[in-house]
């Protein structure tokens, strides 16, 4: 057969948009967390101040985490045409998401036992200093919040449900600006009010909500990673292929390969059967199934098969 007549059935695997937005802005958002984790270091060595020095760390954690958010939309974008890849890159960005996950999972577990830690043995704080760190982090995570949400807020909470890895980056960004927003109201508390045993409580209410936010993406990540989807497509497929009393289905498979894209492939049974293309038509009221294969056996009661 002519190459471009073969051409006509041919087709990509590139189910996925290219984010090139949500690129440029993770890595200014990487670029600004390692600028502020570098002068809070050498500030907090300069000054001898271990409440700097210790925030600037923890915050390397965060950058380490954003960069792998930004890595992985780099290595889907560059191996997007690898036909290594049988589906596309789009997993690329979710493992990026499951990574950040666990980072954060380990940065709230590390909170939680420093502030059980705290509760057992309370040591003196430097309230003012404190402050000044939780006032600077706060404000950088602020702005790294405002430029991943870009300036649609509707597009952004859209785009953010569904892109993993630009839902693991901001998490970051929101637990950082949590724990300092935490920090600043126990700092006051304590340094007005002698209310030293806010430090640690809210310590304990910032890592709870971070471990509750690393539980939802850890569990969409690896959702999407094995292969679990809970959506009711396939039951849609059901209704829609067999629509016509005949025709049944013997084996499915669906799959996400995108944010909002799925393969679907079918195995149907019936005794006067459709065309592949017509049993595609049968979907076509279903935008998501980007990619569908069909087989077609011939029976000659395909009805037979679902009595008994």
Known sequence: MHHSHLSRWQHHHHF????????????????????????????????????????????????????????????????????????????????????????????????????????????????????????????????????????????ASHEHHHDLNLRAAYLHVLADALTSGFAIVALLGAKHLGWNWLDPIAGALGAFMILRWTYGLLKDSVGVLLDRDGSSLPHQIVQAIESDGDTRISDLHVWRVGQNSYACILSVVAENPDSPDGYRQRLAHLPQLAHVTVEIHQCRSAAALTQG
């Open 16 to 155: 996925n948009p290219a984010k090139h937005a949500a690129e440029r802005r993770t890595i200014l958002v990487v670029a600004l967390t390692f600028a502020t984790m570098v002068a809070e270091i050498v500030a907090g060595m300069v000054y001898g101040s271990m409440a700097l020095l210790a925030d600037g760390w923890h915050m390397s954690t965060h950058t380490s985490a954003l960069a792998i958010s930004w890595l992985a939309y780099v290595l889907a974008r560059r191996y997007r045409h690898d036909q290594r890849f049988a589906f596309g890159t789009w997993k690329i960005e979710v493992l990026g998401a499951y990574t950040s996950a666990i980072l954060l999972g380990i940065i709230g577990a590390g909170i939680a036992g420093a502030s059980v830690q705290r509760m057992l043995q309370p040591t003196p704080i430097a309230y003012n200093q404190a402050l000044l760190v939780a006032v600077i982090g706060l404000a950088v995570n602020l702005l790294s919040a405002r430029i991943l949400h870009h300036e649609h807020p509707h597009e």
